[in-house]
């Protein structure tokens, strides 16, 4: 039964956040200048076109996120699972898994991206699914994405996908 964050995990949330809101903005703005390396690949994607695509994407989720009170922050113990919303609910609540606790603060598979992952599902945000998770599966819908324009929606809808263009540009 999810219930509200103690004052450890909220300052726990609240470094994520800032991390998350930090690491989004950064890569925004590499995406504005035409940096396209990461957005190639983790997304399939490197026309200046495109890179403008994913920052608006992103900055969709930075401002969903910097609008989600605390008190919509919610701990679940005793699962095995970093965090989990539901993308219809308004306002925008996550729930945080015993995972979200232990993983650091930056890096692949991070506490920041995975409120980047979670944001992303949210259906006024990017509707974002799970077709994939982590780097290899990731890597794979890339791989098919570039022989096929179905697999380049499916990476595009991956939330794990935009979190691994965040990660692995801050």
Same mark, same amino acid.
């Given at each position: 039964?999810p219930?509200?964050l103690?004052?450890? *995990?909220?300052?726990t @949330?609240? =470094? ?11 890569? /925004?703005? $590499?995406? !504005? ?15 200046? *076109?495109?890179?403008n @695509?994913? =920052? ?5 989720i930075?401002d969903?996120?910097?609008? /989600?009170? $605390?008190? !919509? ?30 993983t650091s603060t930056?890096?692949?598979?991070s ?5 980047i992952h ?9 509707r ?5 998770y ?16 179905d697999?380049?929606r ?6 794990d ?9 801050y």
């Open positions: 039964m219930r509200k103690n004052p450890i *995990e909220q300052r @949330f609240r =470094a994520a956040r800032y991390a998350a809101l930090r690491s989004l903005q950064y890569t /925004i703005a $590499q995406l !504005r200048n035409g940096h396209a390396g990461v957005a190639q690949r983790w997304m399939a994607l490197d026309h200046p *076109e495109d890179l @695509f994913l =920052a608006d994407g992103l900055q969709r930075f969903a996120l910097q609008a /989600i009170h $605390q008190d !919509r922050i919610f701990c679940e113990p005793g699962v095995n699972w970093y965090a989990e919303v539901n993308p219809n609910q308004t306002p925008h609540a996550i729930t945080l898994g015993e995972r979200f606790f232990t930056y890096g692949t598979d506490r920041a991206g995975t409120l979670e944001t992303s599902h949210f259906r006024n945000v990017l974002t699914n799970d077709h994939a982590g780097v290899e599966q990731c890597l794979e819908l890339v791989e098919q994405a570039e022989q096929s324009d697999n380049l499916k990476v595009i809808k991956n939330a996908n935009w979190e691994y263009l965040v990660e692995h540009s």
